[in-house]
């Protein structure tokens, strides 16, 4: 199944759970809120726009984020190893944001992703490339988008990245956390993960 987004409004309860939420813990008086659409134009995130120029047929998954606990890459990493036992070219592509200040705990995060890829022998199958100056163009090259977030606290960590995938017509994998399964619908639009084994399923049902 692939992912189809006709306009933003399709994340509006989301918004309503996670965000609204968000701010009433915050202090912020009901009558004060107004609640808008994510901001995602979709006339740059349109799949039609983007001729692929793949050269070969291996699947390609791909993951937005940083190396965060609640990102979930250790668990994707994990779950790629099993992915790789049945389909040995599968390639994840890791588009990870270093925008930010390094310390000691994003060094030892970034260590434990690492070390997992070389202890699972995923080396050949994991690809980083940092920050995406042109993700519409990425996107119109990978097969699956995985949302593997442990959880969408705050607004911050709403995946927009989901939605932009799905605009460019991807299938999405993620865990069954906050409002993801507002959007996405195992068998419609993607699959909802309920453990990291349940992600080893992509490139068998998509």
């Known amino acids: 199944p692939r992912s189809t987004l006709s306009s933003s409004s399709a994340a509006s309860d989301v918004y309503k759970r996670q965000v609204l939420l968000s701010l009433k813990k915050l202090g912020v008086p009901s009558a004060k809120i107004k609640q808008i659409g994510p901001p995602m134009d979709l006339s740059v995130f349109d799949g039609d726009l983007y001729k692929s120029n793949r050269k070969n047929s291996t699947t390609k998954l791909l993951f937005i984020g940083n190396t965060t606990i609640s990102k979930g890459l250790e668990v994707l990493i994990e779950a790629m190893r099993h992915v790789v036992s049945k389909y040995p070219s599968v390639k994840l592509i890791m588009a990870l944001d ?16 690492y070390d997992k890829i070389e202890k699972n022998n995923l080396q050949d199958n994991v690809e980083e490339l940092g ?4 993700l519409p163009s990425l996107l ?17 960590d709403y995946p927009i ?8 017509g991807k299938s999405i994998v993620a865990f069954r956390v906050g409002g993801i399964p507002e959007i996405i619908k195992t068998g419609s639009n993607g699959i ?5 084994t349940h992600l080893t399923l992509p490139t068998k049902r998509i």
């Open 140 to 156: 119109s090259e990978i097969d699956i988008f995985i949302t593997p977030f442990l959880n969408t606290f705050g607004p911050a």
């Open 192 to 196: 909802l993960a309920v453990s990291y």
């Open 161 to 168: 990245s989901t939605l932009e995938a799905m605009a460019m």
């Open 98 to 113: 270093k925008s930010t200040k390094k310390g000691a705990y994003e060094e030892k995060r970034s260590k434990t992703i």
């Open 131 to 134: 920050m995406v100056e042109n």
